[in-house]
């Protein structure tokens, strides 16, 4: 048993930095939002034909999902550990002697014979004995140690083999998008993909990224001697959680950007450079090369109505903000049109008067198909500001056919002050927002029914000017 672990572990020990280096233009590896990572590789690996064990150093990864990809290769088992350390080192080399420093200043180590786990015991082999638990520091020999966490597989091949196509997933690794807009009449948008190394430790790997919402669910994990149907990976759980502190900016040569293209119903986007992952890291990169862009500004006021249910009289005139949003059309055929944009932050900037670049604004895009417009709202306005006081207020018992009250009709008039401090005009949309049966009865300027549930009142704010809306509405609860 001695010769046959010490062969293996010498085996597993010199064919591991080969691995690791031919493996580079043979890998390749998604990511997801959610921390989930599906790894794909062409390890190096002398098969004979019919039933073996091969050993792969593969670090943390989920058993369950171990999958071979060549045609004739059968799967038969995947034994792997839990985690690397000595207790599981230990389980592989039962039966092995090792040296042992017992702590004692100027004693010389003593070599003891590993008996067996659970419990653990141990033979002195210099007068014998037998002894629970550690006897003392074990000296590791270096090729015992593997760099990273491996699994015994058994599987089936038609035919002798020097290489294994194998794809497995594992967690940790995750990715998230930000955007750069550049407001101005050079407008442009850039995007930046963050990428978290996680747990992942693979070398000069094709990465694709994939977002957009492919369900819920994850296979089990077998790990901690229970199977666990949920812990495996937590969507939903904020991409880039756990980013560590070393960070490294990959340019990308020659202004290429990343390959996009529909995976099932998400978006699949290749970088165009290769990357290393290491443990612990993060990576930025260019999502695609920076594109024209024009954003329109927009100006919007809630409404005073509740959404659902009654409302009453309301309180002396109160200021509401006025929150700023800016859309940019994004027509198919064009640049930007044709780009499906991940969701992700979006920091917005302008120039000042003196040339300084500004951060001015700042929100959040969902996923955004290609051809759909793209609207970043963001902040409240300061030169731009409005007030609303109810004006009326009245109700009265809605009755039904037999003259039983059935509901409660109430009418409201509003005052509306909007101001405007800029040297330019600009439009303010007040929004009124209602569900179940509602009308505006008259205004000073004409509402536009966007929905059964919205009226708009687009109100033009000459520079340095102040306009006031009023409305009547009848609601009915």
Sequence with gaps: MKNRHGARALALGLLLPAMIAAQSPATSVTLFNSGRVLVRRTVPMSTPVGVSTQTFALGEFN????????????????????????????????????????????????????????PERWEWSDRGGVVFGHPGRVVWPKDLVPALMSADVAL????????????????????ATSYRLYLGASGRIEGIASIASGVLQLADAEVQLLSGDIGQGAPPSVRGGRVDQNTAY????????????????????????????????????TLPSRVTFVPGSSIVVPLFDPTPAKADRRYTVSGALNYYGGFG???????????????????????????????????????????????????????????????????????????RVQTDFSTSRNLGPAGT????????????????????????????????????????????KRSATRAVFPVTIPAKGTVVLTYRVRVVW
């Design 63 to 118: 058993p369950v999902t171990f999958a071979l990809l060549d045609p004739g290769v059968q799967l038969v088992s995947v034994k792997s550990d839990a985690q690397l350390n000595e207790q599981t080192l230990l389980r592989r080399y039962a039966g092995r002697a090792f040296e042992i420093d017992t702590g004692r200043a100027g004693a010389p180590s003593r070599r003891a014979t590993l008996l067996s786990m659970d």
């Design 313 to 387: 009289q309301q309180p002396d005139e109160q200021p509401v903000p006025v929150t700023v949003a800016y859309r940019l059309d994004r027509k198919s055929g064009t640049a930007f049109g044709d780009l499906p944009l991940p969701g992700g932050y979006v920091g917005i900037y302008d120039l000042d008067k003196s040339g300084r670049m500004q951060l001015v604004g700042q929100g959040n895009i969902q996923h955004t198909a290609a051809g759909a417009e793209m609207l970043v709202e963001s902040g409240s306005a300061f030169d731009v500001t409005a007030k």
């Design 234 to 269: 937590s969507d939903g759980v904020p991409a880039m959680n756990g980013i560590a502190s070393t960070s490294m900016l990959l340019s990308v040569r020659g202004g290429r950007s990343a390959e996009s293209e529909s995976a099932g119903e998400g978006h699949l986007y």
């Design 156 to 175: 089936q091949s038609d035919r002798a083999r020097q290489s294994l196509k194998i794809m497995y997933e594992t967690s940790g690794g995750a990715w």
């Design 405 to 448: 009250p059935i509901g409660t009709v109430a009418l409201a008039s509003y005052r509306v002050t909007l101001q405007n401090a800029k040297d330019s005009a600009v439009t303010v949309e007040v929004r009124e927002d209602r569900s179940g049966e509602w009308s505006v009865l008259q205004s000073s300027i004409p509402s536009e």
